[in-house]
Nanobody, 124 residues
Framework: QVPLVESGGGLVQAGGSLRLTCAAS???????MGWFRQAPGKDREFVAA????????YYTDSVKGRFTISRDNAKNTAYLQMNSLKPEDTAVYYC??????????????????WGQGTQVTVSS
């Protein structure tokens, strides 16, 4: 498991933007990376994934066109740019790293290793 540290969350008004950062403690360059989120009282859900080379991305339908995932392998870092935020985007956001391909991220479960997450709150 690669230790991951999420940052960049905060409070923003609806329609605003935030950029989340996921810093990996080395060794993430060959791993697919992604983001999940968990709202109060709900299960953790997949948000976005990017393959190991950064050439392929995948998003859940509710964030398509608003969120963009990217990575900088030289810095062992992944990002989630979130635009046009909505109150329903409010959740704790978790970074993930596993396998090589976006499917390796999408299929992660609560039994996998997770960081502490970063809180995103969108006010209406």
């Amino acid at each position: 498991q690669v230790p991951l540290v999420e940052s960049g969350g905060g409070l923003v008004q609806a329609g605003g933007s935030l950029r989340l950062t996921c810093a990996a403690s080395g060794g993430s360059g060959l791993l697919a990376m992604g983001w999940f989120r968990q709202a109060p009282g709900k299960d953790r859900e997949f948000v976005a994934a990017i393959n190991w080379g950064g050439h392929t991305t995948y998003y859940t339908d509710s964030v398509k066109g608003r969120f963009t995932i990217s990575r900088d392998n030289a810095k062992n870092t992944a990002y989630l740019q979130m635009n046009s935020l909505k109150p329903e985007d409010t959740a704790v956001y978790y970074c993930a790293a596993r396998g090589r391909f976006t499917t390796d991220i999408v299929t992660m479960t609560d039994g996998d290793s997770w960081g502490q997450g970063t809180q995103v709150t969108v006010s209406s």
